[in-house]
């Protein structure tokens, strides 16, 4: 078959899978189906080698061409654009063809005539006859829909990052780009922008189907919600009143679904027919390109075809699927738009450099969008150093999965390293260290003045790993089962509904995770991150990192967190494994457990060390770990020991050295080099040579490094050993380097702002006069200087000022564990421009002064001040301490009213009292 030949069968066999009837001019019968495409028809400039006809119709070209020519396709469109041009014989109308393709088989590409710039794009396959007939009906194609009808964006209720993403993705897909990139930092609504876009695409842009990935199913539930959440700006009704919805739980598309939520794992199946698993969806793309190196196959499926859809969205775009799931993005002819918090090189490349938005997460914490954070860091001895867990103690060996005990002796003695724990090897006390670091550190120095824990997530390596964390945090602050829950697709419990009572109720407080909240699952009330697993990917981490950065005002927190002061203004990174560090280093060297007995035993029956007591020993390890393997782990040793299951390799190994086997093969040998010898007259030679022969036969299996590695991570992977024995200690607990670096950022900051606005905020213009001026400072002042500092793009809340002196300046801070008022910011004025040496908080000043105060009036008077008169001074000192001043309108205040109000303390100072308020607000304040 020649090249040309071979072609032309390829493009016959797509056309007809697409639905298309293929005739030669001969056989020509345009009644005969409803898309025919006719070989070889000619025309005033020769013969073309397809013309494609709907409902008799001629409608389009191809021009075939030997797989050979694929590089140079593209130099073949003028010649399919002549024939699209040409007089077709017998055709009365001479109007161009708007549809033409070029194709050697394998490559497909394809042009719209009718577009404003016609430009050519490649295609996995042919379009059905069906998608041809209805572009024809319609008046404008997509694309021109795009270039020239798209109205202005109404801007109400939009952020101005959510605006650029959305003119810059329209902007860009007039210019016909096929890909484009929206950067936008995790908590600035992806979601949201990315539903006004499918809106507008549907409504403007007239897309017949989008399709919207997602990373996870659960995150597919999240983005559902948001679709029916979603309220256009210029319709009263909800957008799935106007458009039909489906997330994908099956494999089957809704035929009037206008827009499809699903997973690219949910996709590959329907496009391929293969079964997806139940876990599937479950695991993030980040995990899963861990798990699985297989290729993705995917072959055109009629029932879904390449115009299925218009657009592609693909949300949490992570590196995995340009990788792994490639193809499922190549098949579908669509805009891809991708959307991110967290890209990388790779995702650059993908998207041709089209970023149409980039909104960092630097923007959004100076927006007030998303809230900063400090790295809290805690270090035990075990979690830096590992342990060694020596020969011969009995201690607890616990099935990974069953999570069954057995009380055995150690083999042999068994170092661990950090890296290694709660994999191989859970140490108890390392976890208990940590946990009751991280409550001490948020009671006493984190969030101080909490009554109850703040929500926490915790990152756990596995889900073994999550329940020990769950066992011990219940322990450690002595609570119960609804206090600390763990959110992961094995959960006994619906994750769903945890999930929600994580983010709306009381409970649970602490939610421990492996990767159902790792990535894109949106948990405001967040405001501690525990990580317990160290992270190898950048991108990863970002995202799991971006679980606590969404900002929350003051009343939803505090519905979560009824202690809570203020909105959130941050959350706190607790690193118990390195994982900031570790992310300098692009890769990090494995650390390889040294002195296992099962491994020596393999190694040593793999250089030669083949006794008896080594073989057997070997054999009895085997069986028992035959016992212990699931299914998979029984095909990897069958596979890498040449097709031989564990059991059969222990009983080959016991059948080698069986003496009477042995004397069995020394006689058969014998006889067939026509030796006659009996049981008795066999030499000892003749009997050693046959033992070794045997031994060699059921040996040569463990030649293979690969089956001696997969059988000793197949032990590693299914028993853990639980070390009761090596307490663990804490060595470091405290804010990072980095979080002392941001802290004397803030100070800067602050000391920049009082510099540059000392003269035209009236608070601070009040501190830079002379000291005994008669000017009142008063709590609007405070309270106008506070608005200005807390707003973005500063964030310097009473709060964060006070806990950045209290970690730069330890020794001169006081008070750092109590609840801040807003007038601590008089505190803090007076220490950043060096009034006071301390910074305590203002009402201890004020205590301090006060009792200055009435000592020295106490001594100048005849008669010192009553105790009724000094309990009223007390309550005026106490409303100054939290008001900055008092006159007589404050006497209505419940404190002050219920004793009585300005009628009670007027009866008890007279005419004295305006003298006293006035002294007081000058003398306690200033």
Known sequence: MTPEAKARQQIDQKLLQSGWLIQDLKQLNLGAAQGIAVREYPTDTGPADYVLFVNRQAVG????KRDEAAENITTVENQTARYAHAKLKWRKDNTPLPFLFESTGQIIRFTD?????????????????????????QPDTLRNRLYQQMPELPIRNLRDCQINAVTGLEQSLANNKPRA????????????????SVYRLLKFGGAKRILFLVDTRNLGKQAHQEFMAYSPPDDARKFTELYNVQRLASNSIDPHAQVCISTIQRMYSILSGEA??????????????????????????????????????????????????KQVLDYFDAFLIGLTATPDKRTFGFFNENIVAEYSYEQSVADGVNVGYDVYEIVTEITQKGSILKAKEWIDHRDRQTRKKRWAETEADTAYTGKELDNSVVNPSQIRQVIQAMKTAVDTDIFPNRKETPKTLIFAKTDSHADDIINVVREVYGQGNAFCKKVTYKAEEDPDSILSSFRNDYNPRIAVTVDMIATGTDVKPLEVLLFMRDVRSKGYYEQMKGRGVRSLGYDDLKRVSNSADSAKTRFVLIDAVGVEKSLKTESRPLEK????????????????????????????RLIRLDKQLDAKAHARITQAAGGIPVNQLAKNLIAAVDPDQIIATALATAQAQGITRSEDTLTEAEIEAARNQ???AACAAFDSPELREHIESARREREQLIDHLNLDQTVFVGYSEQAQAQAEKVIQSFADYIQHHKDEIAALSFFYQQPYQRRQLTYDMIEDLHDALSRPPLMLTTERLWSAYARVQTSQVKGADRKRQLTDLIALVRFAIGRDSELKPFSDQVDKRFQEWIFRHNAQRTTAFSAEQTEWLRLMKDHIASSCSISRADFDYAELANKGGLQKVWSVFGADLDGLMDEMNRELVA
Not at 115 to 129: C, G, I
Not at 604 to 613: E, F, L, T, W
Request: aromatic share 8%; charged share 25%.
């Open 61 to 64: 070209v191809i021009e075939a």
């Open 113 to 137: 005539e009718r577009d404003p710039v016609p430009r050519s794009r490649e295609l996995f396959h042919f379009f059905k006859p069906e998608q041809l007939i209805d572009w024809l009906k």
């Open 181 to 196: 990139l929206v950067h936008m930092a995790t908590g600035a609504g992806k979601t949201f922008t990315a539903i006004t």
């Open 276 to 325: 997806i698993d139940d876990t599937a969806e479950d695991l993030s793309l980040n995990e899963l390109q861990q798990t699985s190196n297989q290729a993705k196959l995917v072959r055109y499926n009629p029932a879904v075809p390449i115009e299925s859809f218009d657009f592609i969205v693909i949300d949490e775009c992570h590196r995995s699927i340009y990788n792994l799931w």
């Open 593 to 620: 457990k040294p002195g296992v007995a099962l491994r020596d035993l393999l190694q040593g029956i793999a250089i030669g060390h083949r006794d008896n007591d080594t073989v057997l020993s070997l054999a009895n």
């Open 694 to 696: 045997r031994v060699a």
